[in-house]
């Protein structure tokens, strides 16, 4: 019951937030927190329900915001022509990665992940007459509504909700689904799911393409919001990032990665306030590996046992 | 605990938007600084921010300006653009900068930019050299640097007395570098010198020899390299290795003559750098009294004599702001620019005056920096000899 | 012709530093089965751990190498004992989180102790090139390689021939068998996890000395360590040596032939190939161990 009060009181919040946010530095938070929410939820469906990790997702995210940029920039595509194709190409990627990586389980899907994301990156780099190289694509047109730019920060900021909501509703019906039931089965006993005749390549090639299909999503919302593309949306801290928030904030399940991507969007942002520049780095560190040891299935499953010790 | 997780968390948010301000009319003047404090290039960022703070004390030992002391409020852009524009819109937003010096970079720079417009707030670049950053219409950027193109003319008078016949590129797979093959390119070309190969280098990487041995099949006599300090230490050691007989010339000012000979020792032996300051000799620089009390005062404050090369351009950029909120008369964001437009004023690299830049009715601000050459003789570094009258 | 000739041994050279750092991380990933992403940590630990030493303290090179070694082992120990040993019954994802941290931490304590600005490391050996015909090749880069091959004989020595090594195998083989027979399984994963972090500690101390010491050059390294556990297959020290070798060289060719800009290119393409035709790695002939 105090459950739902809190979770319904945070909704409302989330929904009225320009309003009652004091500053638009918290707004700008927010949606930074927003695009990696989606980040967040698309990697674990991954991680969380089929046990693959991916490390290289940021590849994902990396190919969506370029996809969209490019498509806006050089063709003057409308924004919402460009999310969607953003969104399909960075499918088609995540297709390449689960039919290439068919076979493979556990540190080896891993390192191809790893590898594709690098080769990626050095292609945006390099490929100079396409991605402008380290240059980066400058001036990416913000999102138009009829007579209306997105320009303003609550209009995006309702715009990245929107997106994060249809996430999650998205993450939700899959889950629950035929589909989320056998990709749960495949993570707990690949060998028994074949046996009742679960495909593993053709669920683990789907999990793929909608996570890399989501992450792509998030690419866009990225590229039309701070305008400006450039090879560092591979960084490999990217990746890292997004794992910190799906396993800390509870890998499989659907509250975990949300809250682990508002967390930890808003660590570095409160630590720049907090600490002196020369630490800030070192206290994220300290602060993830306390919140690791304290905490280790993660903040959402860790609540979910305490209440359930609670009852009896 | 949910509760208490989630009562934390609404804590923080509010934490993080009701910090009280003040609004007292001497408070001090706040200056925003933006560079790579962490990550690979940590050193030069720090450099940039030591010589910030140098200039900050020595205005605030001089009455400040306007009768207000000035504060710098340093964020650290950890060499990533979406940092840069998060930190930007914290200085602006949360700290209520009315100007910034940032981003060294040229991807952080770009990126920081929107907010610029955004909000309406100056920023003056200190390192960046790439084109576009004065190019791209965004009327609250002014640039102390010299982009590439700058720098290519600046060497074009010396190309022949250095002897350049046939140049091969090797520089770092940046922007920064990207841009200078280009711009020093065409500046050979025009000038008839036959170019080579371009070969690049990962910012990170530490191996050169693939390249190097390309380099050498090549039969050049010039080899351009442009990247930072470590990375030139790398590629001379391992030329050294590799027996390349050729002439090296760096570019962009980053190579920081002092470290070099230190770390690469005979291998740095006879190569010339552009530079854009030269604490070996400030009495040659435009301003000789203020260069050398600048050296004087770095020296004084324990920093690294290395770092010089790099952190004049920290007081140069606060130094142009100053100067700016002077003429301007109050620190509000606007009339700070429109001053920036009047400024006319002498620093440690020289005269600082901005001129129209980009596209008409949005230009952004350009300075024309000066130049040098030095070359590294006998283990010291040294004027070259066709510049010793 | 000679351009190949010169490819080739710049490749070995790179790979037989490589092979070094994949060597630790196959016994700690491949054996342990934690995900050490500080593991380039550890490398630059004993790059700036010599450079302590022979700057600081002015110990003699080799006395300062093996210094920075020791102080590898014990860092890694005290890693395993405070942070790994409490987590060991939790998820291998876990335990990656958890190393992630580390792996920020050590490197930002680094940046603030040393500062970023990069240190050269003296080195008592020549610089002049030795030459051999069209190729060259210097001195001190010959000392990593022969380094890197003594260390490497010496684990695989330790692995296989030793009572220690023996243990180490059953206990990742099967604990609870290697419990039952008397094994002290909390020690051996102690000395485990002390040892890869050493051997990443030598490949750091002797590299320091041939490019130079900064806060991040463990990101890389840890990145090529990765790669080269996996063409050589987990645990297997050999197929980590051959993987380094190989992977080395591949990247020289790759600069040399293809582009400079794709230089790390090659090594990720291989490793897909690698792992697309033969994933349990290169040189696995048998089932792996642990």
């Known amino acids: 019951m105090i459950v739902r009060v809190l979770l319904a009181v945070a909704a409302l919040a989330l929904v009225t937030a320009p309003a009652w946010l004091v500053s638009p530095y918290h707004l700008h938070v927010l949606i930074m927190a927003g695009i990696f929410t989606i980040l967040a939820l698309s990697l674990n469906l991954l991680l969380g329900y089929t046990g693959q990790l991916s490390l290289g997702h940021a590849a994902f995210f990396g190919i969506g915001a370029y996809t969209s940029a490019l498509l806006a920039l050089k063709l003057d595509w409308s924004f919402w022509l460009a999310l969607p194709s953003a969104a399909v190409t960075a499918g088609f990627a995540g297709w390449a990665i689960g039919r290439l990586a068919l076979k493979l389980r556990g540190a080896y899907f891993v390192l191809v992940t790893i590898s594709f994301a690098g080769v990626i990156s050095l292609v945006s780099i390099n490929w100079m007459e396409l991605t402008n190289g380290p240059l980066g694509l400058p001036g990416v047109p913000p999102p138009e509504l009829g007579p209306w730019t997105l320009r303003t920060k609550p209009a995006y900021y309702y715009l990245v909700l929107a997106g994060a909501a249809l996430t999650y509703l998205v993450c939700h019906r899959l889950v629950r689904s035929r589909i989320g039931r056998a990709l749960v089965a495949l993570r707990e006993n690949e060998p028994l799911a074949e046996s009742v005749g679960i495909d593993a390549t053709r669920y683990l090639v789907l999990a793929a393409v909608i996570s890399a299909a989501l992450a792509g999503i998030a690419g866009s919302l990225y590229a039309h919001y701070t305008r400006f593309v450039s090879p560092e949306v591979f960084l490999f801290s990217y990746t890292v990032t997004m794992v910190i928030m799906v396993i800390a904030g509870g890998q499989g399940t659907l509250v975990g990665p949300v809250i682990g991507a508002i967390l930890f969007t808003a660590l570095p942002e409160a630590l720049r306030e907090a600490v002196a520049w020369q630490w800030q780095m070192l206290a994220y560190g300290v602060v993830l590996i306390v919140l690791v040891f304290f905490l280790p299935r993660g903040i959402v499953p860790s609540v979910a046992r305490w209440r359930r010790s609670r009852a009896f | 605990m949910l509760t208490r997780a989630l009562a934390t968390f609404v804590v923080v948010l509010l934490a993080l938007g009701v910090a009280p301000t003040t609004g007292d009319a001497q408070a001090p003047i706040k200056i925003g600084v933006i560079q790579p404090l962490s990550g690979p290039v940590a050193a030069s960022g720090n450099y940039v921010r030591m010589g910030a703070e140098i200039a900050r004390d020595w205005l605030n030992a001089h009455g400040g300006v306007n009768g207000r002391k000035i504060e710098l409020v340093i964020e650290d852009n950890k060499s990533d653009p979406k940092e840069a524009a998060s930190a930007a819109e914290k200085l602006i937003v949360r700290d209520k900068v009315p100007a910034i010096m940032g981003a060294w970079g040229s991807s952080m720079t770009l990126a920081a930019m929107p907010k610029l417009e955004e909000y309406g707030v100056p920023m003056v670049v200190e390192t960046s050299s790439a084109a576009s950053v004065t190019k791209r219409g965004n009327p609250w950027v002014f640039r102390i640097s010299p982009p590439s193109e700058m720098e290519a003319l600046g060497l074009e008078q010396y190309v022949d007395k250095l002897g350049v016949k046939k140049a091969d590129f090797l520089a770092v797979n940046t922007d920064w570098g990207r841009g200078a093959i280009q711009a020093f390119g065409d500046m050979l070309k025009k000038r008839g010198v036959q170019v080579g190969v371009s070969e690049f280098m990962e910012q990170s990487a530490t191996d050169m020899n693939a390249q190097l041995t390309k380099i050498k099949g090549t039969g050049g006599d010039t080899l351009f390299l442009t990247t930072a300090v470590e990375q030139i230490t790398l590629v001379l050691r391992q030329g050294q290795e590799q027996r390349l007989q050729r002439k090296v010339i760096t570019t962009g000012g980053s190579s920081s003559p002092t470290q070099l000979i230190k770390q690469a020792g005979a291998a740095a032996e006879g190569s010339y750098h552009i530079v854009f300051f030269m604490p070996w000799f400030p009495e040659a620089m435009p301003d000789g009294k203020l260069a050398k009390a600048f050296v004087e005062e770095w020296n004084k404050r324990g920093h690294p004599f290395e770092g010089l090369t790099e952190g004049f351009r920290g007081h140069d950029g606060i130094a142009t702001i100053a100067e700016a909120v002077k003429l301007a008369g109050k620190d509000e964001p606007k009339a700070i620019r429109d001053a920036l437009w009047k400024v006319s004023f002498t620093g440690v690299n020289g005269p600082i005056k901005f001129d129209k830049d980009g596209p008409a009715g949005k230009e952004s601000g350009q300075s024309k920096p000066s130049i040098f050459v030095v070359q590294v003789r006998d283990g010291k570094v040294a004027l070259p000899d066709f510049l010793k009258k | ?189 102690t000395i485990t996890f002390a040892f890869g972090s050493a051997l990443a500690a030598a490949a750091g101390a002797l590299l320091g000395p041939v490019f130079l010491a900064y806060p991040s050059m463990g990101d890389l390294a840890s990145l090529k360590a990765f790669s080269v556990v996996i063409l050589g297959g987990l645990g297997n020290l050999a197929g980590a040596t051959l993987g380094g070798l190989l992977l080395g060289v591949a990247e020289e060719l790759g600069a040399g032939y293809v582009s400079s800009g794709y230089r790390d290119a090659v090594g990720f393409v291989a490793i897909i190939l690698v792992l697309l035709f033969r994933p349990a790695g290169l040189f696995a002939r048998a089932e792996r161990v642990g």
Do not use: K
């Open chain 3, 1 to 189: 012709m000679e351009q190949l000739l010169q490819h080739l041994v710049n490749g070995l050279v790179l790979g037989g530093t490589y092979a070094l750092l994949g060597i630790g991380l196959t016994l700690i990933f491949g054996l342990m089965s934690v995900v050490n992403f500080a593991h380039g940590e550890f490398y630059t630990l004993g790059a700036y751990a010599t450079f302590g030493a022979l700057a600081l303290a002015g110990l003699p090179f080799f006395l300062a190498l093996a210094a920075a070694i020791v102080l590898g082992a014990l860092v890694g120990a005290l890693c395993e004992r405070t942070l790994l040993r409490p987590l060991r019954r939790e998820s291998i994802d876990t335990v990656m989180l958890v190393m992630i941290g580390v792996w920020i931490a050590m490197q930002n304590t680094e940046l603030l102790v040393w500062g970023g600005v990069a240190r050269s490391i003296p080195h008592p050996f020549p610089t002049a090139p030795l030459t051999l015909g069209p190729l060259n090749i210097a001195p001190v880069r010959l000392f990593v390689v022969a380094a890197a091959a003594a260390l490497i004989g010496a684990s695989w020595l330790l692995i296989q021939r030793t009572r220690l090594g023996t243990a180490m195998r059953a206990t990742f083989q099967d604990r609870d068998t290697a419990a039952l027979m008397g094994v002290p399984i909390g020690q051996i994963h």
